[in-house]
Nanobody, 123 residues
Framework: QVQLVESGGGLVQPGGSLRLSCAAS????????IAWFRQAPGKEREGISC????????VFLDSVKGRFTTFRDNAKNTVYLQMNNLKPEDTGTYYC????????????????WGQGTQVTVSS
């Protein structure tokens, strides 16, 4: 079954770290741009990072720059979102998504979505 599966969410105190995983089944992530989105309660979904398959460069939402990074493990067919210095406003459901669109962009159509993993930042 073709799918993306996220994991790694949980409850963390402000200033803490989490690493989210996005693993693909039945397709190869290497050929896709991978984006991470999040949705906080009562808010619209927002794009937070997009990792390009072309040169492995990534773009980030301004509010997470310097705190979040992404990297790929092609052998595991998995993309990771490393989140450091987490803040309460980072709370939400995090989704990864894969696209073969020309651009690594939050507005393009995405071919596959994960089911989401909950991140809660609270003391």
């Amino acid at each position: 079954q073709v799918q993306l599966v996220e994991s790694g969410g949980g409850l963390v105190q402000p200033g803490g770290s989490l690493r989210l995983s996005c693993a693909a089944s039945e397709f190869t992530l290497h050929y896709y741009h991978i984006a991470w989105f999040r949705q906080a309660p009562g808010k619209e979904r927002e794009g937070i990072s997009c990792s390009s398959t072309l040169n492995s460069s990534s773009v980030f939402l301004d509010s997470v720059k310097g705190r979040f990074t992404t990297f790929r493990d092609n052998a595991k067919n998995t993309v990771y979102l490393q989140m450091n210095n987490l803040k309460p406003e980072d709370t939400g459901t995090y989704y990864c998504a894969a696209t073969r669109s020309t651009w690594c962009d939050f507005t393009v159509p995405y071919d596959y979505w994960g089911q989401g993993t909950q991140v809660t930042v609270s003391s």
